[in-house]
């Protein structure tokens, strides 16, 4: 079912070899020989820093698309409104779970300061949040003693503070404020719009759970918009990274796609659910878009290694890629890596 991630790191041994066996002196070579690899690896980092730019540049824009659509809501609350919110979700998810391929070597989104864990933590016991089954009073939007004001400080303070699963803030957590615990195998979240209406409305504190939801939304704009700054023309980590030598940055890329392939997607992702048989372990549970985040990470995977990526306005960015390398140095392992993405594929697409 995944990339295994031994074939990542076989490629970038071989690209490394490439590199070093560059650096060597060799007489034998004719003067008329070059070998160009070096400069193709570097215009290939070059490429890989557009295309991670281009999308987060998506993954922001459909954040605050979002963002914007829940502001109306909640100021609003109408059936047509509140399904307009979980379209927008929806869609905000496609562009961000082909990003979780730049993850795994201590770049912006993940590093030390990196709010990876602020964005797209999961699982999470929704009961830290909102009321559950059986369990109306539950949660920080049910605690105005406690928790008198719902802030961005609150929120990140919180945020797996108690335990791994305490989450408070990023996609999913919205993504339960939307549609609500899942309590069926055949469909999402039935959480209702009257969840919001300052009067009338079903549950309590709707006031709090609207604003809770407009103030996590927030927060998911702020943090994406700190992420993509970091990977434009001007970013430090820009910088840092298209600084460092090729052994470097192939190690960095091919190691996050290993860590993806197999311990994140192929493992956490698919693994554990299937093993445990347990709705609250698929990745997108509530909204029931599990199988939309396992293809946008495997594209994410795939966008690197071909060199391309296709944006939410349907504008392609692309450029030398490490598969067109791989295939001039090393034809027969190069097609091998390439049918392993479509068998791969194939497997995920029957689902």
């Known amino acids: ?70 502001n109306s809501f909640v100021d609003d609350p109408t059936e047509e409104k509140f399904l307009d919110c979980k379209n927008k979700w929806l869609q905000a998810r496609i562009p961000y ?81 939307l549609w609500g615990q899942d309590l069926s195998t055949t469909s999402a979240g039935q959480r209702p719009y009257t969840d919001y209406l300052p009067t009338g409305g079903t549950a309590s504190n709707q006031d709090r759970r609207g604003l809770y939801l407009k103030t996590v939304a927030d927060l998911l704009v702020d943090h994406l918009g700190e992420v993509r700054d970091e990977w434009t023309a001007n970013g430090a980590y820009r910088a840092t990274f298209l600084g460092l030598s090729n052994s470097d940055i192939i190690t960095n890329i091919f190691g996050a796609l290993s860590e993806l392939s197999k311990g994140e997607l192929s493992g956490e992702r698919m693994f554990v659910a299937v093993d445990s048989k347990d709705q609250e372990n698929e990745h997108s549970c509530f909204a029931d878009n599990t199988i939309v985040d396992i293809k946008q990470n495997f594209q994410g995977l795939v966008n690197v290694y071909t060199g391309t990526y296709s944006r939410t306005n349907g504008a392609v960015v692309s450029g030398e890629s490490y598969q067109d390398i791989a295939a001039d140095l090393d034809a027969t392992k190069a097609q091998a890596f390439d049918n392993a993405i479509s068998v791969a594929r194939l497997k995920i697409n029957t689902i």
């Open 1 to 70: 079912m995944n990339l295994r991630p031994i074939a990542f790191m076989l490629f970038a041994a071989l690209l490394i070899g490439f590199v070093a066996c560059d650096n060597a002196d060799d007489e034998t070579t004719p003067p008329e020989v070059v070998d160009d690899t070096p400069e193709r690896l570097a215009a290939a980092a070059t490429n890989y820093a557009d295309i991670v730019l281009a999308n987060y540049e998506d993954s922001y824009n459909t954040a605050v698309a979002l963002r914007d659509a829940i």
């Open 97 to 177: 779970g082909q990003t979780e391929a730049y993850r795994f070597y201590g770049g912006p989104i993940d590093d030390e300061d990196g709010p990876e864990g602020l964005i797209n933590a999961w699982p999470m016991d929704e009961n830290f949040i909102d009321y559950v089954e059986g369990m109306p009073d539950v949660g920080l939007i049910n605690n105005p003693t406690v928790y008198p004001t719902i802030d961005k400080p609150l929120l990140i303070d919180l945020n797996e503070k108690e335990s791994e699963e305490s989450i408070f803030t990023g996609y999913h957590a919205i993504e339960f404020l």
